[in-house]
């Protein structure tokens, strides 16, 4: 099985081209949406919704990531296996920002030179996707190599008993996910009381399970399914009430999500 992620948008023929070369690669092999309306260049979000959806697929999945593959001069295709699955990703930091580098193997698999287009990297995606259909990685004789690092600036800043955050997805009830995840909320706070502060004076200071363990309109924070720290309002539109957007460097003021731990 296939999966898909990309940044090209449902508005032209982007995704059915790269679905009609790979099914010349693969053509019985299932091929899963998993969005195409990745904010173009969100780094975090591609991160987030390959994080949110690999683990609900069988083991032996091959995730193909088409998000920025431009981002170098020389764009380089690496092939990574986290838990039995398969990764196919440009190396932007788009993985390292997913899953960190740790219990991730990552292995070299080929750079666009030019005058290399896109047709000739979904090609070669499909290649190695149709080898991992019948083939170990050992049997692909690929070179081992490291990831880039994802930027500092995609992670959450922490300065003495602060953290600073930045929304990194909305979903389709306005729900608002930021970047950090409970291992880091826990690991950071210890234990101690905390306050959640966005729009001047909005605060939240305890954490739910659940949307409905707040009244219809009350606004709560809530780990997502993910592990990702979420704001939402039982029954509303947190994002459109608050006036909160993804993150980008020209509306830093709209997206800057501090906690306060005592």
């Given at each position: 099985m296939l999966t898909l992620l990309s940044d090209f948008g449902l508005q032209d023929a982007s995704v059915a081209s790269a679905k009609g070369i790979l099914m010349q690669h693969v053509p019985n092999?299932?091929?899963i949406d998993v969005s195409h309306?990745?904010?173009?260049?969100?780094?975090?979000?591609?991160?987030?919704?390959?994080?949110?959806?690999?683990?609900?697929?069988?083991v032996g999945t091959c995730h193909i990531q088409l998000f920025d593959i431009f981002s170098a001069k020389v764009p380089r295709l690496v092939l990574a296996e986290k838990n039995g699955h398969y990764f196919l990703s440009p190396d932007n930091g788009l993985l390292s920002l997913a899953f960190g580098k740790e219990h991730i193997n990552v292995w070299n698999c080929f750079e666009l030179e030019a005058p290399g287009v896109?047709?000739?990297?979904?090609?070669?995606?499909?290649k190695i996707s149709a080898l991992l259909q019948t083939k170990t990685i050992a049997e692909l004789e690929l070179t081992a190599c490291e990831l880039k690092n994802a930027p500092l600036h995609c992670q959450p800043v922490v300065e003495a008993n602060t953290v600073e955050c930045q929304v990194i997805h909305i979903d389709r009830f306005e729900n608002v996910v930021i970047n950090i995840t409970k291992?880091?909320?826990?690991?950071?706070?210890?234990?101690?009381?905390?306050k959640i502060q966005f729009m001047r004076d909005e605060e939240i200071t305890e954490l739910s399970t659940y949307y409905h363990n707040v009244k219809p309109g009350d606004k709560l924070c809530r780990f997502n399914a993910t592990g990702y720290l979420e704001i939402a309002i039982n029954r509303g539109n947190a994002a459109s009430l608050f006036g909160l957007q993804l993150h980008s460097e020209q509306r830093l003021f709209y997206n800057t999500i501090k906690i306060f731990f005592e």
């Amino acid at each position: 099985m296939l999966t898909l992620l990309s940044d090209f948008g449902l508005q032209d023929a982007s995704v059915a081209s790269a679905k009609g070369i790979l099914m010349q690669h693969v053509p019985n092999v299932p091929i899963i949406d998993v969005s195409h309306l990745v904010e173009p260049f969100h780094l975090q979000q591609a991160a987030y919704l390959t994080a949110a959806s690999y683990k609900n697929f069988p083991v032996g999945t091959c995730h193909i990531q088409l998000f920025d593959i431009f981002s170098a001069k020389v764009p380089r295709l690496v092939l990574a296996e986290k838990n039995g699955h398969y990764f196919l990703s440009p190396d932007n930091g788009l993985l390292s920002l997913a899953f960190g580098k740790e219990h991730i193997n990552v292995w070299n698999c080929f750079e666009l030179e030019a005058p290399g287009v896109f047709k000739d990297w979904i090609n070669e995606v499909g290649k190695i996707s149709a080898l991992l259909q019948t083939k170990t990685i050992a049997e692909l004789e690929l070179t081992a190599c490291e990831l880039k690092n994802a930027p500092l600036h995609c992670q959450p800043v922490v300065e003495a008993n602060t953290v600073e955050c930045q929304v990194i997805h909305i979903d389709r009830f306005e729900n608002v996910v930021i970047n950090i995840t409970k291992e880091q909320f826990e690991t950071i706070g210890n234990g101690r009381p905390f306050k959640i502060q966005f729009m001047r004076d909005e605060e939240i200071t305890e954490l739910s399970t659940y949307y409905h363990n707040v009244k219809p309109g009350d606004k709560l924070c809530r780990f997502n399914a993910t592990g990702y720290l979420e704001i939402a309002i039982n029954r509303g539109n947190a994002a459109s009430l608050f006036g909160l957007q993804l993150h980008s460097e020209q509306r830093l003021f709209y997206n800057t999500i501090k906690i306060f731990f005592e």
